[in-house]
């Protein structure tokens, strides 16, 4: 896995071994930074279930002020903190090592607001659900801001609608979706 793009091109990051983190593949990550280049100047980009830091990281090196990384895996948030200082993102990097909720609610405190959100949850688990389900209302996000799910094709969405979430666009691979996704404007 490495930075595809920007400052930190084809720099090489370091990821955990085994099935604990699900890095996505360099294909796929050009992919989406394709679609999110155009957002990502001077954004704040909020990196969660972040794994190896490797998206956060790309959004840093392509232009983004700055990046929130939360991870709860101690072992996964130090190979995230290894990355970020061999990408020299320290100045546009904030690595926090909790639950994603917990993260949330600190950064609420804070006065943080996103002009990006990207999840990586665990598949399977409706962590997604959740997370959207606390963002609906919280001041982190504003209805200009756009959150990129990734997750299994098997997930069901069917609640966006209800939840108060537009769909902007869908981007189906092999194995798992990409679901842009804006809060709907009152």
Same mark, same amino acid.
């Given at each position: 896995?490495?930075?595809?793009?920007?400052?930190?091109?084809?720099?090489?990051?370091?990821?955990? *071994?085994?099935?604990?983190?699900?890095?996505?593949?360099?294909?796929?990550?050009?992919?989406?930074? /394709? =679609?999110?280049?155009?957002?990502?100047?001077?954004?704040?980009?909020?990196?969660?279930?972040?794994?190896?830091? !490797?998206? !956060?990281?790309?959004?840093?090196? +392509? !232009?983004?002020?700055?990046?929130?990384?939360?991870?709860?895996? +101690?072992?996964? @948030?130090?190979?995230?903190?290894? /990355?970020?200082?061999?990408?020299? @993102?320290?100045?546009? $990097?904030? #690595? &926090?090592? =909790?639950?994603?909720?917990?993260?949330?609610?600190? &950064?609420?405190?804070?006065?943080?607001?996103?002009?990006?959100?990207?999840?990586?949850? *665990?598949?399977?688990?409706? #962590?997604? +659900?959740?997370?959207?389900?606390?963002?609906?209302?919280?001041?982190?996000?504003?209805?200009?801001? #756009?959150?990129?799910?990734?997750? $299994?094709?098997?997930?069901?969405?069917?609640? &966006?609608?209800? =939840? !108060?979430?537009?769909?902007?666009?869908?981007?189906?691979?092999?194995? /798992?979706?990409?679901?842009?996704?804006?809060?709907?404007?009152?």
């Amino acid at each position: 896995m490495r930075i595809i793009g920007g400052r930190a091109r084809s720099l090489p990051l370091k990821t955990l *071994p085994g099935l604990d983190t699900r890095p996505t593949t360099d294909r796929i990550k050009e992919t989406l930074f /394709n =679609m999110l280049q155009p957002y990502l100047l001077q954004a704040n980009f909020l990196d969660l279930f972040a794994g190896s830091g !490797g998206i !956060g990281l790309e959004a840093v090196s +392509r !232009g983004a002020k700055r990046a929130v990384f939360v991870e709860q895996n +101690r072992k996964a @948030a130090a190979c995230i903190q290894e /990355n970020i200082m061999f990408t020299k @993102a320290e100045q546009e $990097s904030t #690595l &926090l090592v =909790m639950d994603v909720l917990a993260a949330l609610k600190k &950064l609420e405190y804070e006065d943080s607001v996103f002009d990006l959100v990207f999840m990586d949850p *665990p598949y399977e688990r409706g #962590l997604e +659900r959740q997370v959207l389900n606390y963002l609906k209302d919280s001041p982190l996000i504003s209805e200009e801001t #756009l959150l990129i799910v990734e997750a $299994s094709l098997k997930t069901d969405f069917s609640y &966006l609608a209800d =939840m !108060g979430y537009d769909m902007v666009k869908c981007k189906k691979y092999k194995t /798992n979706v990409h679901l842009f996704l804006r809060r709907r404007t009152a």
